[in-house]
């Protein structure tokens, strides 16, 4: 059975970092990607950042270039998003998900999220 359990979450002031992780059970780490998605309130899910699974690529949203850093520890089959000099605009919840495809230009989500994690910045 597939499970993704986020932690991390939390409230922080505007140039704060945190550290969000993604643990994964019910699968390998060559098996899926794993992307990083948040939903602030009032808005669509937008997708934040991505680890591919074939080949360590990893891929951003231009809103967050710079400033996270996705990363993978296999032994722990737990992905990463380290957030730095973040933004009050970051705030949303974050959720990780499995995906078939994580590419430059194209990710494709399966049936398997986690429950989601609070994220908000203070200004």
């Known amino acids: 059975q597939v499970q993704l359990v986020e932690s991390g979450g939390g409230l922080v002031q505007s140039g704060g970092s945190l550290r969000l992780s993604c643990e994964a059970s019910?699968?390998?780490?060559?098996?899926?990607?794993i992307g990083w998605f948040r939903q602030a309130p009032g808005k669509e899910r937008e997708g934040v950042s991505c680890?591919?699974?074939?080949?360590?690529?990893?891929y951003y949203a231009d809103s967050v270039k710079g400033r996270f850093t996705i990363s993978r520890e296999d032994d722990k089959n737990t992905v990463h998003l380290q957030m730095n000099d973040l933004k009050p605009e970051d705030t949303a919840v974050y959720y990780c998900?499995?995906?078939?495809?994580?590419?430059?230009?194209?990710?494709?989500?399966?049936?398997?999220w986690g429950q989601g994690t609070q994220v908000t910045v203070s200004s």
């Open positions: 998900a499995a995906l078939g495809l994580c590419s430059r230009s194209r990710w494709e989500t399966l049936d398997y």
């Open positions: 019910g699968f390998t780490p060559d098996r899926y990607s």
């Open positions: 680890f591919s699974h074939s080949d360590g690529s990893t």
